[in-house]
């Protein structure tokens, strides 16, 4: 598994980074069988350190983790069990409703945008629609069925996600509804 472990505007030393290694090595080895990648990221808040861990697998989930604490190492620790919790809950639905997959899953990067709220492009005085861009980062988007799609979301808590239907080929959305049920997008296909 591929480690990318840096600090945001904190040096990250390497005890820390071995540290790290060794926690996640575990915890990821215990639930999933083939982890691509890893990036974790250190910062401060205030007086407490915040950890951010996100873990790319090969059957596309993203398992993502966010915790704090004064003590950096209990910041990562908080966090890596929160990562545990989240990997087992995934084989474990895994195991209970999906085949398992021979192939890792097909990913493509796609651009993510960071836009202004209103609020502040209401005080730009361009009449024209473009949207003030904030931050541009790389995204990806997994080749998955509708079902994994939405264990994934619910598993990453995440209030919307944009995959690439494998039946089809086709970009579709699933998004929690504010009714508490799950939409689905699935656009026609030109012929």
């Known amino acids: 598994m591929r480690y990318k472990i840096t600090g945001h505007q904190i040096d990250i030393g390497e005890a820390l980074q ?3 290694k060794q926690e996640l090595n575990e915890v990821v080895g215990k639930y999933a069988e083939r982890p691509t990648d890893a990036n974790i990221v250190f910062s401060r808040d205030a007086h407490e350190h915040v950890c951010e861990a996100t873990v790319h697998l090969s059957t596309g989930l993203t398992a993502q983790a966010k915790a704090s604490a004064v ?3 209990a910041a990562f620790d908080s966090c890596n069990e929160k990562m545990e919790k989240q990997l087992r809950r995934y084989k474990r639905r895994l195991k209970n409703h999906h085949r398992e997959r021979s192939e890792p899953v097909a990913q493509f990067e796609a651009a993510t945008y960071i836009l202004a709220s209103s609020d502040e492009s209401e005080t730009n005085d361009s009449d024209d629609l473009q949207p003030i861009i904030v931050a541009e980062m790389e995204s990806r988007v ?4 509708v079902g994994e799609a939405v264990m994934q979301m619910e ?9 690439r239907n494998e039946k089809h080929g086709g970009v579709n959305v699933v998004y929690r509804r504010d009714d508490g049920n799950i939409g689905w997008i699935d656009p026609k296909l030109d012929s």
């Open 18 to 20: 071995t540290h790290v």
């Open 71 to 73: 003590d950096i190492y």
């Open 142 to 145: 997994p080749s998955i069925s």
């Open 155 to 163: 598993l990453a808590e995440a209030p919307v996600l944009v995959f």
